[in-house]
């Protein structure tokens, strides 16, 4: 029986990622998202058996028990839970003026659903009992931002989210280590997906002066390739780590 892997958010840009990454390093994964099952997409992954697609949103706690039992009934274990899926701002509002409604909104999907599914996932891995090989019985890998440490006053409740999903990391690290279960962070920076299409050319011209050591912008295969090293196992005495994956722009530079 392949290792399992629940990731949110997993059918399309940083989520899609790391879905087939996850896929590649053998895991069956199940994705939780809000849109119809793509169904030309979870064929082209090409895995039978080792993908499934559950219809809901991180947001509705009612949701994440549906998530975990249904990959649990399929296929019996629970290794890992990538907390990938987020939103940013519908409208980049200054500080001064934007409103409960979207602070709401973004810290119930960024912050408030990644929190209670981490508490429902380490629950339902505890109770299943299952013995290891001195590797971590489950691994939690929480996706945040550059922003959880980095200001944008044009959307203030995007850095509130994401700066509560480090300190939820840390949180959840602490009381999860006796479980035997480990907790990360991957903190990207900019990468290239949907979210951030609509200021392209802002980073354009960010990236071309030189916004991070490594002159490029990120992909979600970089994301990609951070969780699969945190899930393998290899780091059973690592927990609460923080992995940047922005080109060393959180390095600070005279």
Known sequence: MPAVALVTGGNRGIG???TRRLLADGFAVSILATREEPTELLESLDAPGRVRYVRGSVADLEDHVRFVDDAVKAWGR???LVNNAGVAPAVRADLLEAGPESFDRVLGINLRG???LTQTFANRVISLNRETDGRPRATVVNVSSISAVTVSTNRGEYCVSKAGVAMATQLFAVRLAPE????YEVRPGVVA???T???TEKYDALIETGLAPINRWGRPSDVAGAVSILASGQTPYSTGEVFHVDGGLHIPVL
């Open 78 to 80: 629970l290794d890992l």
């Open 180 to 183: 035997g279960i480990v907790v």
């Open 197 to 199: 299409a609509g200021v």
């Open 114 to 116: 990644p929190y209670f």
């Open 16 to 18: 899609l990622g790391i």
């Open 193 to 195: 997906t949907d979210m």
